[in-house]
Structure formats: C-alpha cells, structure tokens
Nanobody
Framework: QVSLVESGGGSVQAGGSLRLSCAASGYSSRCMGWFRQAPGKEREGVASICSGGVTGYADSVEGRFTISRDTISQDNARNTLYLEMNGLKPEDTAMYYC?????????????????WGQGTQVTVSS
C-alpha cells in the first residue's frame, strides 16, 4: 500500500523560504514529484525527480525551487522526497501535494502521477 505523507508547510512572507518533506513508503516509484493546487485552480505540476536524478520544473518555479530525494530502503520501498523553496512569492500560495508515478493520473514532464499525499498548505504573504 502506497503511503505519502507531507510535512513542512506554513506561512511566510514574500522572499522567504520553506522546505517541504514527503515520507513515502510501500512503492518503489521511478518518479516522484510535487504538485500544487490553489483555490479555484487545477492541480499543477511543480517539480519532479526520476531515476538517475533527472529533475524537471515548472517554468514558474525554475531557479527558485529544488527537488531532491533520499532512498532510505530500496527493499522496503521507502523514500523521502524534499522540495526546497526559496524566493517565495504570493502566487506560490497553494496546497502542495507529494505524488508518485502511476499508470494513469496527472501528467507532468512526460510522466503520469496518480498516487497522492494529503497535502500541506503553503501561504505566502506580500
């Protein structure tokens, strides 16, 4: 059973930084990623990381956000996914979701993501 649990959200002023974490277990996914959804908007891809450390970013966060991943146990399929967010802007305000690759789901950088965490709120004030 896939489990994705996010942490690290909060409220910051514009220009500030936050680091999101996602404890993942139950599935050795080649690709994992971060998505976000603001009120009244569709869920959108933010960043992804696949085998070999290949990363991808949305244009809106390129150069400000960094995605990384630690593999704790390949046998037990446990990973920790991170999203370092710097230079935060009010438009970055959203619920942020950890995601893992599945055969179907929301596509981002050529990969379908269909496993989701419960989300963590990020609020950036001006």
């Amino acid at each position: 059973q896939v489990s994705l649990v996010e942490s690290g959200g909060g409220s910051v002023q514009a220009g500030g930084s936050l680091r999101l974490s996602c404890a993942a277990s139950g599935y050795s996914s080649r690709c994992m990623g971060w998505f976000r959804q603001a009120p009244g908007k569709e869920r959108e891809g933010v960043a992804s990381i696949c085998s070999g450390g290949v990363t991808g970013y949305a244009d809106s966060v390129e150069g400000r956000f960094t995605i990384s991943r630690d593999t704790i146990s390949q046998d037990n399929a446990r990973n920790t996914l991170y999203l370092e967010m710097n230079g935060l802007k009010p438009e970055d305000t959203a619920m942020y979701y950890c995601a893992a690759r599945r055969d179907y789901g929301i596509w981002f950088k050529g990969v379908p993501f269909g496993y989701w965490g419960q989300g963590t709120q990020v609020t950036v004030s001006s």
